[in-house]
T-cell receptor, first 116, second 111 residues
Framework: GAGVSQSPRYKVAKRGQDVALRCDPISGHVSLFWYQQALGQGPEFLTYFQNEAQLDKSGLPSDRFFAERPEGSVSTLKIQRTQQEDSAVYLC??????????????FGPGTRLTVL | TQLLEQSPQFLSIQEGENLTVYCNSSSVFSSLQWYRQEPGEGPVLLVTVVTGGEVKKLKRLTFQFGDARKDSSLHITAAQPGDTGLYLCAGDWSGNTPLVFGKGTRLSVIA
């Protein structure tokens, strides 16, 4: 069966470039999450969507980070003017319901972003 | 910012040994989850615990939630090389807030 997919799997950007990372959640899943996982760290929450509504963006580290989910399915995380500290794996997760704390989140394989 | 500490950070053991890893916070969890992550993949949920004192078993893995809901442990019996991976705990403190992950315990089981 289809799980969460992310593309590209790897992205190398020069400092100052803009990047766009795509997430295809499991069909029918209401909730979608973005996380950032730096090397040797656990995932850190970035933002949360319930259908097309972005209900929590408290984890976005700066205004260079922007996420959208216009039709309540596919989501894009955009990073403008990338910096070296943005280098990390960006994980997307989706869950069937809206109960954030206990509903099972299914993670994609992540996009590894390297900023040179 | 809520902090969630995991120990040990690294663990290397021989096949067949038992091990326990820990997850601690100074605050009371609403719920806590354990995940396993392999290289190049996203975390996969192993278990969710919500009740203080709760014990859940998943084959050779035993998860325990502390009575005060501030800590949790994962015990693996007779570890296998297939158990190798990064074990992450993630806590939620108020029921509707983002999950906070620990840094994980990186386990290596040597055949």
């Amino acid at each position: 069966g289809a799980g969460v997919s992310q593309s590209p799997r790897y992205k190398v950007a020069k400092r100052g470039q803009d990047v766009a990372l795509r997430c295809d959640p499991i069909s029918g899943h209401v909730s979608l999450f973005w996380y950032q996982q730096a090397l040797g760290q656990g995932p850190e929450f970035l933002t949360y969507f319930q259908n097309e509504a972005q209900l929590d963006k408290s984890g976005l580290p700066s205004d260079r980070f922007f996420a959208e989910r216009p039709e309540g399915s596919v989501s894009t995380l955009k990073i403008q003017r990338t910096q070296q500290e943005d280098s990390a794996v960006y994980l997307c997760a989706s869950s069937l319901e809206v109960e954030r704390s206990t509903d099972t989140q299914y993670f994609g394989p992540g996009t590894r972003l390297t900023v040179l | 910012t809520q902090l969630l500490e995991q120990s040990p950070q690294f663990l290397s053991i021989q096949e067949g040994e038992n091990l326990t890893v820990y997850c601690n916070s100074s605050s009371v969890f609403s719920s806590l989850q354990w995940y396993r992550q392999e290289p190049g993949e996203g975390p996969v949920l192993l278990v969710t615990v919500v009740t203080g004192g709760e014990v859940k078993k998943l084959k050779r893995l035993t998860f325990q939630f502390g009575d005060a809901r501030k800590d949790s442990s994962l015990h693996i019996t007779a570890a296998q090389p297939g158990d190798t991976g990064l074990y992450l705990c993630a806590g939620d403190w108020s029921g509707n807030t983002p999950l906070v992950f620990g840094k994980g315990t990186r386990l290596s089981v040597i055949a």
